[in-house]
């Protein structure tokens, strides 16, 4: 940009200036021609004098620029920097949210799988303390069966580590008592079976034979619960099973 200065009162004055000593000189020499030539060297003079830039102001605006430009580019990256750590931030973020939601997700497959294996034992234990004998097997069949004797044969039928979840059981369900009957529901025997009749898939002497009933309501509790233990905390939760 170039910055003109106003000069017209010093270029006329110049003009007039050289005017008048331009006539004095062409008096003196006697010539007419030499009054024109002055004037307009003084015009010409006035006219280069206005095209003159001013260099300061024009060196300072190019500085005043360049700050400028210096100024956004530092704007530009810090903005820059700012987006980069702000993304930065929400990828650590989100690194955090799956490494722990991976880690809980991996404690619970664990802790389920404990407890399967666990269920798996106890399943294991239960039919393996299981005695298989149709019609009582290897108990003398009897004209009837004392509590006592009823429970002896539930020990070695249930096993030990399952027998007192059984034995609680039926103590609610029966009393020990391997003819008991509930006539509004037809419930019978030890473990009340719903009906009597579903005893029969262990043995036909079902009514009359506990070693048949404590047979069968252990195969019950294993399928039904996983275990007499598994039905038990059922039980305590609902007063049934």
């Known amino acids: 940009m170039t910055t003109r200065i106003s000069v017209r009162g010093f270029a006329v004055a110049s003009a007039t200036a ?4 331009g006539a004095v000189v062409g008096v003196a020499s006697g010539g007419q021609q030499g009054t024109a030539e002055p ?7 006035a006219t280069l004098l206005a095209d003159i830039p001013v260099g300061g102001n024009t060196e300072t605006q190019t500085t005043s620029l360049s700050q400028q430009a210096d100024s956004q580019s530092e704007a530009a990256n810090a903005a820059a920097k700012k987006a980069a750590e702000e993304d930065a931030r929400k990828q650590a973020a989100k690194d955090a949210a799956d490494k722990k939601k991976a880690t809980e997700a991996k404690k619970a497959e664990e802790l389920e799988k404990k407890a399967a294996e666990e269920r798996e034992k106890e ?4 039919r393996s303390s299981e005695r298989t004998a149709p019609g009582g097997g290897d108990f003398p ?4 069966y004392s509590v006592a004797e009823v ?5 070695q039928i249930v096993g030990g580590g399952q027998f007192q979840c059984f034995s609680n059981i039926v103590q609610r369900e029966s009393t020990w008592n391997y003819q008991a009957s509930n006539p509004s529901s037809g419930a019978y025997g030890l473990v009340q079976a719903l009906p009597g009749t579903k005893m029969a ?3 036909a002497d079902w009514r009359t034979n506990p070693a048949t009933q404590i047979k069968w309501g252990v195969n019950y509790m294993n399928d039904r619960y996983g275990s007499p233990c598994g039905a038990w905390e059922f039980w305590q939760a609902n007063h049934w099973y």
């Open 141 to 144: 069949q009897q004209a009837s």
């Open 123 to 126: 399943l294991a234990a239960s």
């Open 18 to 21: 050289v005017t008048t000593v």
């Open 151 to 155: 429970k002896a044969m539930a020990q």
């Open 39 to 45: 004037a307009e060297l003084a015009a010409a003079d």
């Open 201 to 203: 898939s262990a043995g």
